[in-house]
């Protein structure tokens, strides 16, 4: 076959795959029955007809292919429709969230408090910790975290997504003596799927906040971080294995907007923080509101 009959046996082919079929008794506004009846007659359902018994295209079937382009247009090329609906659905961000959209949202959240609310707090990026994992770029984000002065805040949130699943480090008081008896410093961890044992990050955890220490020129030894509580506070669950980026966002939400100015409570956090700190409910209505904020 000469290479012209290929080409053209090619577009025949993708015409084929581009017929609509036409319900006629289906009425949508603008629609021109009388009009959508001559589709039968239109080029690329000739073309079709044409390949459908088998025959094959010759040279001088692109002269007249070109003539029905132009006295027999395919009326589906040109019938209205409907533009896509500008109602937006609230459902909320689906599946797992990436790092991407994780900071998208984060963003749009940040971007919405007072000055006044996030004079109190810093934060990293959801992959720096991450990357302080990795020995090969750890120097790198140290010198990152140098530049950001977070413990010159009274709260610091720190997103940790390792091996896919998503929990939160809020550091607080580090901005204080780490023996100050007025505003104790303290590490939270958050995780709602708490049988994946979050415990087991504490040796990592200390270990980057002695090496943030470090990179900052604090004095504070080893031996004194490790008399700093790290708590794991019994928190909402997650109901399924990809909601848990969403409730990080959700829980640095509530965290943002009633973190009290000093931790008065016997156990070395807010008494907020419970397993009934918020319900389902709550949840859900946050989760459309991401969408919405965008």
């Given at each position: 076959m000469r290479r012209s009959s290929r080409i053209r046996q090619k577009e025949g082919?993708?015409?084929v795959k581009s017929i609509v079929t036409i319900d006629l008794s289906e009425r949508?506004?603008?629609?021109?029955?009388?009009?959508?009846?001559?589709?039968?007659?239109?080029?690329?359902?000739?073309?079709?007809?044409?390949?459908?018994?088998?025959?094959?295209?010759?040279?001088g079937d692109s002269?007249?292919?070109?003539?029905?382009?132009?006295?027999?247009?395919?009326?589906?090329?040109?019938?209205?429709?409907?533009?896509?609906?500008?109602?937006?659905?609230?459902?909320?961000?689906?599946g797992k969230l990436n790092t991407t959209t994780f900071h998208t949202y984060f963003r749009s959240m940040w971007d919405r408090y007072s000055e006044d609310k996030k004079a109190s707090f810093a934060?990293?990026?959801?992959?720096?910790?991450?990357?302080?994992?990795?020995?090969?770029?750890?120097?790198?984000?140290?010198l990152w975290i140098k530049k950001e002065a977070i413990f010159s805040k009274a709260y610091v949130i720190v997103p940790i997504v390792?091996?896919?699943?998503?929990?939160l480090l809020i550091l607080c008081h580090f901005d204080q003596n780490t023996?100050?008896?007025?505003?104790?410093?303290?590490?939270?961890?958050l995780d709602s799927l708490e049988n994946t044992g979050p415990r087991r990050y504490e040796t990592e955890i200390r270990k980057f906040v002695f090496d943030v220490f470090q990179a900052m020129g604090r004095s504070?030894?080893?031996k004194m971080l490790s008399k700093i509580p790290f708590v794991v506070p019994k928190v909402p669950q997650q109901i399924d294995d990809k909601e848990c980026g969403k409730f990080v966002l959700y829980f640095i939400h509530l965290f943002m907007n009633n973190s009290p100015e000093v931790f008065e409570a016997p156990n070395g956090y807010p008494n907020f923080i419970n397993e009934k700190w918020f319900d389902r409910g709550g949840y859900e209505d946050f989760c459309n509101q991401l969408i919405t904020g965008l």
């Open positions: 082919a993708a015409a949508q506004n603008g629609f021109n029955y009388i009009e959508a009846s001559k589709h039968r007659s239109c080029w690329v359902h000739i073309l079709a007809g044409k390949l459908f018994k088998g025959k094959k295209l010759r040279n002269m007249e292919l070109d003539i029905y382009k132009r006295i027999s247009p395919c009326f589906c090329e040109t019938v209205p429709r409907r533009g896509r609906s500008k109602r937006r659905v609230k459902t909320g961000p689906k934060y990293l990026d959801c992959l720096w910790f991450s990357l302080y994992y990795d020995p090969a770029s750890r120097q790198k984000v140290l390792l091996w896919g699943h998503w929990n023996e100050s008896s007025t505003r104790r410093p303290c590490m939270l961890l504070e030894t080893k």
